[in-house]
């Protein structure tokens, strides 16, 4: 399967305009067009300033870059956020700043710097054109069907007037990079094992407090293992479609299969996600773990359950 964030667009044509407040070709600068609700200011790091941060006004999505690396990140309040960042080692090596803002009127709350951070970071993940240096994948926004459109249309914005801002880590030129993301750190490797068959529509009753829970990017799946060493995952879970650029080809292939089997289905007003039919076995917690988050992370990321035990709530 080949991941593609192209986003449908009715513009043909349009004029971005850049706007520096201050003297200096290299001095912070706002990229915006008429047509859009949605601002990008570039900031230089190495010489910041509290007046310079000041300019980009309320909520906010950002990407920290230098030539090969990047961070994503959200915030409502970018001078306090840059502040912690600016005390922390592994945000040293960035040198310019790519603030995501509402123009020109701010957002009211953090709904789009929620919604442009991750899907900000996985069309760089897919991409490949720099390093990632998120230690923790940003969470998958939950948006309203009637917001849907207006949130796709600030990031189809966005990622237009980043690139016009000089911001290469979704769109560029150049070669892909060969990286992994440190935020996919993988213990279990696919072995042998993995290559098993899946066996799905299965009979499935999880033993009495023995499912668990995945911790991944707020997906809601349940599963427990079995005494052969496989891993059967419960009708409902939650598959993150897109699949990440270092996960092996194992997960496509395997996706494929559900799907050939009708063991999958959408998930209205959620694009980025299908939702589980059926009881599957896979061979092993670890594959399980990949196929279900299309990312190259191993079997840490199931974890007991918060609640294994039925609550009472009483009036």
Same mark, same amino acid.
């Given at each position: ?217 707020? #997906?809601? +799946?349940?599963?427990? *293992? ?6 059967? /995952?419960?009708? %409902? =879970? ?38 589980? #039919?059926? +009881?599957?076995?896979? *061979? ?6 990949? /196929?279900?988050? %299309? =990312? ?20």
């Amino acid at each position: 399967m080949s991941l593609s964030f192209d986003l449908p667009s009715s513009r043909t044509t349009c004029t971005s305009k850049i706007f520096r407040p201050g003297d200096g070709i290299t001095s912070p600068r706002l990229v915006h067009h008429g047509a859009s609700r949605v601002g990008v200011w570039v900031i230089p790091l190495a010489d910041r300033n509290s007046t310079d941060l000041a300019l980009a006004v309320g909520p906010a999505a950002y990407v920290l870059m230098n030539r090969e690396t990047a961070y994503f990140g959200e915030t409502k309040n970018i001078n306090m956020r840059f502040s912690k960042h600016s005390a922390d080692p592994a945000k040293a090596f960035a040198r310019v700043a790519y603030v995501v803002v509402g123009y020109p009127e701010p957002w009211s709350n953090k709904d789009p710097a929620f919604y442009l951070q991750y899907h900000l970071w996985s069309i760089a993940q897919a991409a490949r054109h720099v390093v990632i240096t998120n230690e923790w994948t940003p969470t998958i926004p939950r948006v309203r069907a009637d917001e849907r459109a207006e949130m796709e249309r600030i990031l189809e914005d966005a990622r237009q007037q980043l690139f016009d801002a000089g911001c290469l880590a979704l769109d560029s030129y150049f070669d892909r990079v060969p990286v992994v993301s440190s935020t996919e750190r993988d213990d279990d490797p696919i072995g042998p094992n993995d290559m098993e068959p899946m066996l799905i529509d299965i009979v499935a009753t999880p033993p009495a407090g023995g499912e668990l829970e995945l911790n991944y990017v707020g #997906l809601w +799946a349940r599963g427990y *293992p079995t005494s052969d060493r496989g891993f059967v /995952v419960m009708p %409902g =879970a939650e598959f993150r479609w897109p699949i990440n650029g270092s996960a092996q080809g194992i997960v496509d292939t395997r996706r494929s299969e559900l799907e050939a089997k009708h063991a999958l289905a959408t998930i209205p007003g959620a694009a980025d996600r299908k939702r589980l #039919l059926v +009881a599957v076995w896979f *061979p092993s917690a670890a594959i399980a773990a990949k /196929v279900i988050t %299309g =990312a190259h992370i191993g079997s840490r990321v199931w974890v007991p359950r918060r609640y294994p035990q039925p609550i009472i709530i009483a009036n």
